[in-house]
């Protein structure tokens, strides 16, 4: 297609695709300092099996002890607990201990970490309130009227979720400690943000390019004028979406293929991303639906392709409108950060104040929180009902800019 | 000049002004808004705030050790009038809680006690006891004045021994320059944003749409481009200066002028190579927002001197701008004189950002003088 | 007054112009070639924005690049293309212009007007450019070459979308222009400049064919051109003998104008040769090349 090649031959797009992603393999590497400890999490599944039951705790035990009356021998010392032992270990006794005695007892204690947080789940669970996370929660953001009464009535629905995936299960099985090493946000927040803000400079760049080309090139008297006319308009729209898609498949595989490669995610696919050591802050993750992590992440994957077209989409409507490229370009920049903070102009005693929040800013950059409950955009159909209304919305948008640009004098 | 003035009209047209209008109000509530209307924010940085300026009243800028001890004399009779409120409110003394000593130390021993703590820090926030944690953190973070928070190098090791040597230790209560910090860098990042779209397509412009061979012609000539690259500096220091205005006029608001007088080096957290006071700290962070927005300018008018088109001119900003937010506000701005860098660093970065733009500005300028004008 | 000195412009291993000898007095000047032939490169030499590989151009005497500024004032340039602001009114773009030639604004603003009266744009001076056709445009172009009173005229392609009627307006307003300055007109038009040039340069292989009067250039031709008639059919064996210049269809039969410069047939009928026989004779063989 030749309106593809106009980008794909610009040095300047490819010569920025590269930049971006060498950054991202840099920002992975980068913080791999842990990929070796979370390995254990594989060790764990392959030996005791994805779910944690009680059977399986008390054999993990067992294992633990058996390896701690070993060390203790070999020590020459008394503790409870691994833990204890580190605590009290001095840089003189660190060091009297073999490279490889040492990383046993690292290892040793990061199992002993996940067995108690393990052991402890149904206790952390029962202390959950998710009625009074809500109640918090409109403290909080100072929230009144129907947006209080909305805000709370997600939290009761939240509520008999979590029942439901308290009774499932789902929270327990094996996944990397969040408090510890914060792989969710890692891979969703820190990589996926960073993936979804590189793409879309260079969507909005590629897609203002080809729309706004033949009059920056001034050619438009030419080409629009040719058999195909302004209809060549609905072949810069396809390849517009073309290059936003390779654009965003690419960036996407090089970066999660390294992230992948980086860290071994191998045996953790099928754990339920709600699962208990899924919890990094004050309150676990808690999707809506039983999805596991690998799902989670074709889901996530799904949000930033479609978010990333709506983007493109807009972009044409834009750049076939003010027909000048650097105004396109700084146009959508200016109204993604517009959209972003529109909730924050809102009553917040209105529901307006969560309408607003269904807009394409919030849904991409707050991705790491997608089909997840709680917060102010943790409505079960947030995810489906913005990617919905954005579409119509960009269709229409397009639409009527497309038909004013056929009825447009070319100058 | 009239030229220079004609060049400027290409610039701040009403179109392009009004866009920066939008493009301020959005970064504005983006990033400024929240440094102005939550400060403090909350508490105890509320208190630190008051507390700060009560300091400076009673011993000026500088405490000494006589005047520390009135500090904590002071402290002692405020922690009598929390003892006497404590008492007069039975729930406490029920809860075996009989003076300020054992709320503060016993506070985590049970439920009944933390519920008692929160209803008076979090749901009755009585400034008193506030300003007792306030006061004491203080009193805390002067006795252990000899120890630096980080693990320092020789080099900062001792710039630190020589300002406690003259006596400068950290003594006030860092919200004021904290919350300025953030400011200065979000300014910084608007500015920033500002100058850039305001003068990258000038000069790519013109020469898109062929005006270069009347312009070249005409007596002027090619020293035009010269006239072009003032007329762009002037715009872009004209738009800084009005926004910096503009933006500081809201910063008053912030009520920080108590604390102008202040060595930074005074405040908690905040070891620095120099020792200005607050207001020629602010004015340093003003210089250097001029500093970096005119090498921007300058940046910008160079890649617009040379790229073929408005996608290229973006696209080669973006990794420019990239490396500014994701460090270079950091170091240039909000740690422009901290002993967090080296101290050679910060000017010397300043130096080659400054040489590579001038430099690459004189070495376009003297190509435009040979350059075939032919596209 | 203007002399151009064994000037030689290359872009790479593309030659333009090779070994250009020129001498321009006042009076007016067309310069006639083909597209691609190098016109345009000439006159930017002339006009200092491209700088002569080999060579130089002297200005009574003087480089035109030494003397800069001085040069330039003196010199009053239409571009082929040429850029405007949109929003800018003829009268505040030919003031923007004017600011750059040197000239002050309380100078400038009658000079302005009158220009734009002569230039029949008078009643527009204060509308925004972006709505005018390419004729007013170039008119307000031609207004702006003439602002600072040029001692050289350099004009590329300035009759480009003008009607008949500005055309003849404006071989006018140049025979007029031409009696004390020296002009430099140059087109492929040649009915543009056929009356009214005193000398015409012609450019063939990137080198100077001719620098001559109307007159002479013709008569490189005399008893060369002949018209004769014929049926359709036989046109196109006639074709492959003969250099034609032009055919018409009059009465059924064709009329050709063609060039033959041995003994003519008796029923051909000997014309006078015209400059655009010399142009289409000389130029037989080019394909139009890309112009600049």
Known sequence: MYECRKVIQSPIFLGLFLLFSVYNIYLIVSSSDHKEELKIVNELIDTYGRDISDTSLAQLDQDIQKEMTQLKRSAGLEFQSVHELLENMSLEEQEAYSQEQWNQIQQLAVKEMYFNTARSIDESYAEIDIQATGEGEVRMYGLSGSAAFYLLQEYEKLDKRFEELVKNGEQKQWFFAGKAYFMHSFLFQTVFRHIIIESLLLIVLATALITAYEFEQKTQLLIFSTK??????????????????FTMIFLLGITLGTFFIVFDYSHVW?????????????????????????????????????????????????????????????????????????????????????????????????????????????????????????????????????????????? | MRMIWNEMKKILTWRMLTFLLLVNAVLYFLLISFDIEYFPNGRPALDGYRLGIEMIEEYGVQMDEEEMLDFRRQFESRKEEANEYLQAHPEFAEAGIDDYEELVTSVWDNEERQNLHSQIMHEQQIDLFWELQERSRLIDFHDTKEMIGFEPNTLQQTRFDELLNEGKYQAYPEVVIQNFKEFIVNVGI????????????????????????????????????????????????LVITVLLAFYFSLYAQNGTSPYFGLGVNAFIANLTWYDPTFLQYIWLCILAIYVIGLIFTMLAMSVSSVVPNFVTLIGIQIPLIFVMLLMGFNILLSHIISVQSPQWLVPGLYGLLGIVSVGLLIYLMRRENFRDISE | MLVVKEVSKQYGDFTALRDIQLEFETGLYGLLAPNGAGKTTLIKMLATLLYPTKGEVLYNGNNIIDMDSCYRELLGYLPQHFGYYKNYSPKQYLLYLSALKGISKKEALPKIIELLDKVALGDVMNKKMKKFSGGMVQRVGIAQALLNDPKILILDEPTAGLDPKERARFRNLLTDLARSRLVIVSTHIVSDIESIANEIIMIKNQQILYKDSVETICGTLDGAVFETSMEFEQLESFRQNYVLLSEKQEYGKMIVRFIHKETPLVDWLP?????????????????NGTGQ
């Open chain 1, 228 to 245: 195909r006319g302004r209809k060549l308009m609905k072949d810069k729209f396809s390849a517009s979406i073309a290059i936003a898609l």
């Open chain 1, 270 to 411: 099928s754990t339920s991303i709600s699962s208990a050591f899924n919890w990094e802050y004050n309150f676990p993750y808690i999707a809506w639906w039983d999805i596991s992590v690998g799902t989670f992440l074709w889901l996530a994957a799904g949000i930033v392709l479609a978010g990333g077209l709506l983007i493109s989409c807009l972009t044409f409507a834009l750049a076939t409108v003010v027909k000048n490229s650097y105004i396109a370009f700084a146009g959508i920049s200016l109204f993604f950060v517009a959209v972003l903070l529109l909730p924050s102009f809102m009553s917040k005693s209105s529901i307006l104040f969560f309408i607003t929040g269904y807009n394409l800013s919030q849904l991409l950059l707050g991705i790491s929180n997608s089909f997840m409950g709680g917060g102010l955009t943790g409505s079960r159909n947030y995810e489906w009902l913005t990617v919905s209304c954005w579409t119509l919305i960009a269709a229409g948008i397009c639409f009527v800019a497309y038909r004013r640009f056929t009825k447009t004098d070319i100058g």
């Open chain 3, 271 to 287: 014309v006078q040769p015209q400059l655009e026989d010399v142009f289409l004779y000389e130029y037989r063989d080019e394909t």
């Open chain 2, 190 to 237: 608007t500015i920033l944003f500002s100058v850039v779209l305001l003068i990258s397509p000038f000069i790519l412009k013109d020469r898109t749409r062929r005006l270069l061979d009347l312009q070249y012609t005409s007596k002027i000539g090619r020293s035009l481009y010269k006239t072009k690259l003032i007329a762009g500096i002037l715009s872009a220091g």
